[in-house]
T-cell receptor, first 115, second 110 residues
Framework: GAVVSQHPSRVICKSGTSVKIECRSL??????MFWYRQFPKQSLMLMAT?????????EQGVEKDKFLINHASLTLSTLTVTSAHPEDSSFYIC???????????FGPGTRLTVL | QKEVEQNSGPLSVPEGAIASLNCTYS??????FFWYRQYSGKSPELIMF????GDKEDGRFTAQLNKASQYVSLLIRDSQPSDSATYLC??????????FGSGTKLNVKP
């Protein structure tokens, strides 16, 4: 299957700092990438849809000024959690849409812990 | 509102048995359906997808799609303890919008 990488895999930061997470599609071009968040023992929650060269589309209840998404190229999307707080601690997972197969592939996830 | 629904389980089956996971969807416009497996603490990994009515087989896995009844299922033959995970069903709508079910937890007992 297609490969999507995510970096870093784990980050611990102090409250008030910003954290950037990178998502890369390694063997296909992804015009669309998705960002999810998952709390322990809960379902995936879609945060936003990221389209290359345009503004991201955020789901209801997700603050766009807090979760900044940039999709600068067909293989890279970044999520920046600004002024992170302990309640932002979660498992953040990106995915990339392989348009040729109409299939979504997930990155390995980033576990964020805000102290 | 487009919805994909799954029984949260847990579904328990003995090793070697067939595990049957089911999913229903509300939007007849959905083009394709996907089954993902998610181990605890890990991200989902794609098992298989299906877009035509009928069965699609891949190794021990068979996906079934019935568009008239709006359900998708995943059969796992010869279940192994390593198959124990949460299985997510997803529907694709409008070629770039995915709707996920909440997942079914499967336990395969040795």
């Amino acid at each position: 299957g297609a490969v999507v990488s995510q970096h870093p895999s784990r980050v611990i930061c102090k409250s008030g700092t910003s954290v950037k997470i990178e998502c890369r599609s390694l063997d296909f071009q992804a015009t669309t990438m998705f960002w999810y968040r998952q709390f322990p023992k809960q379902s995936l929650m879609l945060m936003a849809t990221s389209n290359e060269g345009s503004k991201a589309t955020y789901e209801q209840g997700v603050e766009k000024d807090k979760f900044l998404i940039n999709h600068a190229s067909l293989t890279l999307s970044t999520l920046t959690v600004t002024s992170a707080h302990p309640e932002d601690s979660s498992f953040y997972i990106c995915s990339a849409l392989d348009g040729g197969r109409d299939t979504q592939y997930f990155g390995p996830g980033t576990r964020l812990t805000v102290l | 509102q487009k919805e994909v629904e799954q029984n949260s389980g847990p579904l328990s089956v003995p090793e070697g048995a067939i595990a049957s996971l089911n999913c229903t969807y509300s939007d007849r416009g959905s083009q394709s359906f996907f089954w993902y497996r998610q181990y605890s603490g890990k991200s989902p990994e794609l098992i298989m997808f299906i877009y035509s009515n009928g069965d699609k087989e891949d190794g021990r896995f068979t996906a079934q799609l019935n568009k008239a009844s709006q359900y998708v299922s995943l059969l796992i033959r010869d279940s192994q303890p390593s198959d124990s995970a949460t299985y997510l069903c997803a529907g694709l709508y409008n070629f770039n919008k995915f709707y996920f079910g909440s997942g079914t937890k499967l336990n395969v007992k040795p």
